[in-house]
């Protein structure tokens, strides 16, 4: 069972979307552009829209992404996919999903636009372990300190492999000043779903939450069975703290993950 007390967000009036809209996207304060000057991100896929618009307005910081998934072959097979699927979508006046699949049209210049200097993309599995090519998030850390970062804003959606690797953090949680999470199955994961977040809590606030639309619903008050949570380390955080009073999801804030299907509304 799953204390959704605790996953209550405090008070916070700085937030702002970053990333594209939909799917992608996720909702942090503002003052994390202030307060770091590295971007830790895993799990990107196809999708980098939060790390451009993070150094869009942090254009400073040292942005180091991780996916093993990502290939240039892939990204070409995605180009035509996008293509064809762009086509389909004109012809039948779709226009939402038109401007989806044309910019997908483009993902192979943007990632060579994107992907230089002090921006990074490393092909690597994040796990808890150095098997097949994997690194821990110690690893990462170690990684971006060495190239000038010292506070870390952490981005993850890495599809139920958070239950491994996030007792990482709590190694060197010092150099991180909020994260971004994005937690797979928490039905399915509840006692390891609540370990972590116990113990996060110990260090950070909870400053938002979101339900992503493209899982179940379970218990009595149809909680999402993915949920995104944006984390401050409580260093950041001027006390004392209140409970927000703000209904979920935030109007002209969230936005649905998979446009064509209601937002997830959150009952604590």
């Known amino acids: 069972m799953i204390n959704t007390k605790k996953l209550k967000p405090i ?26 000057d590295g971007l830790l991100s895993y799990g990107i896929n196809k999708d980098w829209s939060f790390e451009k618009d993070f150094w869009k307005k942090n254009p400073n910081a040292i942005i180091h992404c991780y996916d093993h998934n990502v290939s240039f072959l892939k990204l070409i097979f995605f180009t035509i996919k996008s293509l064809l699927l762009s086509v389909v979508r ?10 989806k699949e044309f910019s997908g049209i483009f993902v192979i210049p943007d990632y ?20 097949q090519n994997s690194k821990t998030i110690e690893d990462t850390l170690i990684e971006i300190h060495s190239s000038g970062a010292k506070s870390i804003f952490l981005k993850m959606d890495i599809e139920t492999a958070e239950y491994k690797v996030l007792e990482d953090i709590f190694k060197t949680q010092n150099h991180i000043c909020g994260m971004a999470i994005e937690f797979h199955k928490i039905d399915e994961y509840s006692k390891e779903f609540n370990l972590l977040i116990d ?34 380390n ?35």
């Open 199 to 232: 113990k996060i809590l110990e260090k950070f606030y909870i400053v938002h939450a979101h339900g992503n639309n493209y899982g179940k619903l379970f218990g009595k008050n149809n909680f999402p069975s993915i949920i995104e949570l944006t984390f401050i």
């Open 11 to 36: 008070e916070t009036s700085d937030l702002i979307r970053t990333g594209r809209a939909n799917d992608g996207g996720y909702v942090i304060p503002k003052k994390v552009f202030s307060i770091s």
């Open 90 to 99: 004109l012809f039948l006046l779709d226009r939402k999903r038109f401007v």
């Open 112 to 131: 060579f636009y994107f992907f230089k200097n002090n921006r990074v993309y490393f092909k690597n599995r994040i796990w808890f372990n150095n098997e």
């Open 234 to 268: 409580k260093d950041h955080i001027i006390e004392p703290v209140k409970f927000s009073k703000k209904s979920y999801p935030i109007d002209g804030l969230d936005q649905p993950n998979r446009f064509s299907k209601s937002d997830c509304k959150l009952i604590f």
